[in-house]
């Protein structure tokens, strides 16, 4: 009688345990989705903005950085960074150009590269 319910403890104990782990296996994204914004710069004078996102890689492409115009109802992208994954600095210059400090933390040597990008 004490085997019984010993081995009924048993089984039930894995049955348990067999249906946690299928669970968080379906749960579990192998790729970020969250498209993450880093940065959002307000140029003096105009109803426009200035948006950096980070969008992380999936099945199809690398993760980027993205440099967007922000407008009134519509964004329009004006550069993609491809290999970059984190944003160091970021400055407006003139209202026109904005320059942009970029790392890619991914490679075995860490690469930090400046660009400047039109904004008009």
């Not at 980027?64 to 992208?77: A, F, H, N, S, V």
């Amino acid at each position: 009688m004490k085997r019984k319910v010993l081995l009924s403890i048993i089984v039930g104990g894995l049955f348990l345990a067999i249906i946690a782990v299928i669970i968080i296996a379906f749960r579990f994204s192998l790729f970020g989705s969250e498209i993450e914004e880093v940065a959002i710069i307000d140029i003096s004078g105009k109803d426009n903005k200035i948006g950096i996102y980070y969008i992380p890689s999936n099945a199809t492409s690398q993760d980027y950085i993205q440099i967007r115009k922000l407008g009134e109802g519509q964004d329009e992208i004006i550069k993609n960074f491809e290999r970059f994954d984190f944003v160091v600095n970021s400055e407006l210059i003139d209202d026109s150009l904005l320059r942009v400090v970029l790392k890619d933390t991914s490679a075995y040597i860490v690469n930090q590269d400046t660009f400047i990008v039109n904004i008009k």
